[in-house]
Each structure stands twice: as structure tokens, then as C-alpha cells.
């Protein structure tokens, strides 16, 4: 042993760790950029398909809709009750 002195790395031992450190920074690029990209076609996949059910119920709930025209025909109370006009 050389007494715990530590030497300086050499320029090959330099040159590798720069190449390595330049790998991984890339590596760590693409796989960010891929990740993304999932996550932004995962994000259109779901709002298309949120959008696709709202469409569906919405257009199913307009079909179960009933339009009619109608009269609306008070009751009378039982003390406004008219005796019915005199026959001939």
C-alpha cells in the first residue's frame, strides 16, 4: 500500500468516466422522451374515451325523451262544486 496517499485519476481513467457519464445522461434523455410520449398517448386515449362515453349517454339520454303537447285540467274542490244545468 502506498500509506492511504490517493493518487490522481489518470487522463484515460478521465476520458472513460466523461464517456460514461455522456452514455448515461443520453441513455436517461431517451428514456425520458419515451416516457412522455406514453404518457401523452396514455392522456389521449382517456380523454377520447371520456369524451366517446359522454357522447354515448348523451345521445342515449335524448332518445328516452318523450315530447307530447297536454292540457292541464284543475280539479275542483268539493265546495265549488256547480249543480249540473236543468234538462229540458
Given at each position: 500500500?502506498?500509506?492511504?496517499?490517493?493518487?490522481?485519476?489518470?487522463?484515460?481513467?478521465?476520458?472513460?468516466?466523461?464517456?460514461?457519464?455522456?452514455v448515461i445522461l443520453t441513455l436517461a434523455f431517451f428514456f425520458l422522451a419515451v416516457a412522455l410520449i406514453v404518457a401523452a398517448v396514455l392522456a389521449a386515449f382517456v380523454l377520447a374515451r371520456w369524451w366517446w362515453l359522454n357522447r354515448k349517454l348523451g345521445k342515449a339520454a335524448q332518445r328516452h325523451v318523450i315530447t307530447a303537447e297536454y292540457t292541464v285540467v284543475e280539479r275542483e274542490s268539493p265546495g265549488d262544486r256547480r249543480p249540473p244545468p236543468p234538462g229540458p
Open positions: 500500500m502506498n500509506g492511504g496517499t490517493r493518487t490522481t485519476p489518470g487522463f484515460l481513467e478521465r476520458v472513460l468516466w466523461l464517456i460514461a457519464a455522456a
